[in-house]
């Protein structure tokens, strides 16, 4: 555990309660994760988790773009459902990049595990944009993510991020039952 990895898993936790309580300030809080993030998994040889926390980084500039534009007479964003033709060719799409990611991985890096981290990342991917976009499904796509993470960080020996990720599940649970409530009521 280095100190690197403490500062960004407490900021990874406040950005994630920041979410579930649809404050702001999720956004800024975790893109200094996202970053912080992103270098330790460089130092871990994961590039498709630097490559996902890169992205996360846009991710958090587009979710604080999109909750600012998406706003209401309360001043937030709405949540929303998600279609079922959405969430198909969401998913659809999440495997093909993933498993192109995995490939690319695999042929050209010296990756530690290459299709799981891959796979993993694209579906966290998905359910960012999902978050962004603020459709309350985001969070039973981050769930099962969540837990197959603390798996695969488990295996690694990488305790803390593990421990991180199984509070990330807690919080995802919170957060389906919360922005869940709080959808308008379908007309």
């Known amino acids: 555990m280095t100190p690197l990895e403490v500062v960004a898993a407490a900021l990874g936790v406040t950005a994630v309660w920041l979410t579930v309580r649809q404050n702001m ?16 998994f460089f130092d871990a040889h994961l590039y498709s988790l630097v490559l996902l926390h890169g992205v996360f980084a846009t991710m958090q500039l587009y979710g604080w773009w999109q909750w600012h534009q ?4 309360s001043g937030q964003r709405p949540v929303s459902d998600i279609s079922r033709r959405e969430t198909l060719v969401g998913l659809i799409a999440a495997l093909l990049i993933g498993m192109a990611l995995g490939l690319v991985m695999q042929r050209f890096t010296e990756a530690v595990h290459p299709w799981p981290d891959a796979l993993l990342t694209a ?15 985001c969070w039973l796509l981050w769930i099962v993510v969540d837990v197959l993470y603390v798996g695969f960080f488990a295996l690694q020996d990488y305790w803390l991020t593990a421990a991180l990720y199984g509070v990330f599940t807690a919080l995802a649970v919170l957060g389906l039952r919360e922005w869940r409530s709080a959808r308008p009521p379908a007309a």
């Open 123 to 137: 579906f966290s991917l998905l359910a960012q944009l999902w978050m962004a976009l603020k459709r309350w499904q």
């Open 25 to 40: 300030l999720c956004w800024p809080v975790g893109l200094l994760m996202v970053l912080l993030y992103a270098w330790f």
């Open 70 to 73: 998406g706003a209401d007479d």
